[in-house]
């Protein structure tokens, strides 16, 4: 039995693993976790599992968790704050973290489990796009497994088994198209936060559905497939694909093509991510072709999705470039998200502050280094907000 901790387990990715662990429960058993802010449900997962220790991040919420479960017998250890969350990380004999907190607030507990000697199911992204100079260095000095949680870099792992190692020529990124993938571009001025989160397939989170429909969380799976699988940024290739059958292929070095394919469905890269190298009997829906279809292909286009282009460029700058990136989407996102910008306006805050970092990013950074960027440029896009609000205002009186 697999003794794991999940960082996030009120999100999406918290709750379809711990579905996973009701489903298999002679195969794995919850020694931490660690949420955002939902005591009802953080409660409700504590009473169910029975975890050694939990945390929730915001710290005005733990007497509330506290009585939530004032009469389980026994107490797990309850902890507050970002301090919490990182201690519950590194707790204890669990073998595997799996990282499901949203954006760069996942670096520093994917970091403090990885001292620890765990081995991580990475579904938080962020943590290789800002952290990989720090987190791949630790991974090799501890010896602990990174394997890829999300869909994609899923696909490409299991594609990979059995592979040689000088055996990878090119890896597709294959992209549902988001949201607007049947928009024409010149609609995009008028959309909602509503529109942006009726994703076509996949039931994710508010962030990432909206990253969906800029296509940065696909630019943001480039950077990340680099620092995975070592291939050079020109040999990543991105590919639109609306039925999200085929979640990535491989390209070999003798043109031969390998994908995965399966129903849109999270628990699958999950459970192969904590149970690898094994494979699992489920009684999930098998996939039928005949039922999905025809399986269609285009390119990405770059007029109507310029996150894109954006990140390999950040990519290829390499250094503390894709911390800021990565901090200046998070926090346009969220200034979306709140309807204090809109959705254009996205990709245009993010290039402003890319733009006035070029002359100051470190090409090996620090952890330091890498948290003082992310800070910076989450300002930095309230400070690029308002000369897009000027320009706008300049524009409409002309």
């Known amino acids: 039995m697999k003794a794991i901790t999940l960082v996030g387990s009120t999100g999406s990715i918290g709750t379809q693993t711990l579905d996973i662990v009701t489903q298999y429960p002679d195969q794995f058993r919850i020694v931490g976790l660690a949420a955002g802010g939902n005591v009802d449900l953080l409660a409700a997962q504590i009473r169910q599992f029975r975890p050694k220790?939990?945390?929730i991040c915001l710290e005005d919420k733990l007497p509330a968790l506290k009585e939530a479960i004032i009469d389980l017998d026994p107490q797990p250890i309850l902890l507050a704050g970002d301090a919490g969350v990182i201690e519950v990380a590194r707790y204890g004999d669990a073998q595997t973290v799996v990282t499901g907190i949203v954006g760069c607030a996942g670096l520093l507990p994917t970091i403090a489990a990885i001292k620890a000697g765990k081995d991580i199911a990475l579904a938080n992204?962020?943590?290789?796009?800002?952290?990989?100079?720090?987190?791949?260095?630790?991974v090799e000095k501890h010896g602990v497994k990174l394997l890829p949680a999300d869909s994609e870099h899923s696909a490409i792992f299991q594609c990979l088994q059995g592979v040689p190692k000088k055996g990878l020529r090119k890896i597709l990124l294959t992209a549902s198209g988001g949201a607007f993938r049947d928009w024409d571009v010149e609609k995009l001025a008028d959309v909602t936060v509503a529109d942006a989160l009726k994703h076509p397939n996949w039931s994710m989170g508010r962030k990432i559905t909206v990253d969906s429909a800029?296509?940065?969380?696909?630019g943001l799976e480039v950077i990340e497939a680099h620092f995975l699988f070592g291939l050079d940024y020109d040999n990543i290739e991105i590919v639109i694909h609306p039925q999200s059958i085929i979640h990535s292929l491989i390209e070999?070095?003798?043109?031969?093509?390998l994908a995965q394919l399966g129903w849109p469905d999270m628990r699958l890269p999950l459970l192969y991510a904590l149970s690898w190298p094994d494979r699992i009997y489920t009684n999930w829906e098998r996939l039928d072709l005949v039922k999905a279809g025809n399986?269609?292909?285009r390119e990405p286009d770059h007029q109507k999705y310029p996150c894109m282009q954006l990140a390999y460029a950040v990519g290829k700058a390499g250094g503390s470039m894709p911390a800021v990136l990565n901090a200046a989407n998070e926090q346009a996102v969220a200034l979306f998200l709140d309807e204090k910008i809109r959705f254009l306006d996205i990709p245009r805050c993010i290039e402003l502050v890319c733009d006035r970092h070029q002359n100051d990013h470190r090409t090996n950074p620090s952890l330091d280094d890498i948290l003082a960027a992310d800070k910076w440029a989450r300002q930095e896009v309230l400070t690029a907000t308002e000369k897009l609000e000027?320009?706008?205002?300049?524009?409409?009186l002309r």
């Open 252 to 257: 070999l070095q003798d043109t031969s093509v």
């Open 125 to 138: 992204k962020e943590t290789l796009i800002a952290g990989a100079p720090v987190v791949l260095p630790l």
């Open 390 to 396: 000027t320009q706008s205002r300049i524009i409409s």
């Open 214 to 218: 800029t296509l940065m969380n696909k």
């Open 295 to 297: 399986l269609t292909f």
């Open 53 to 55: 220790i939990a945390a």
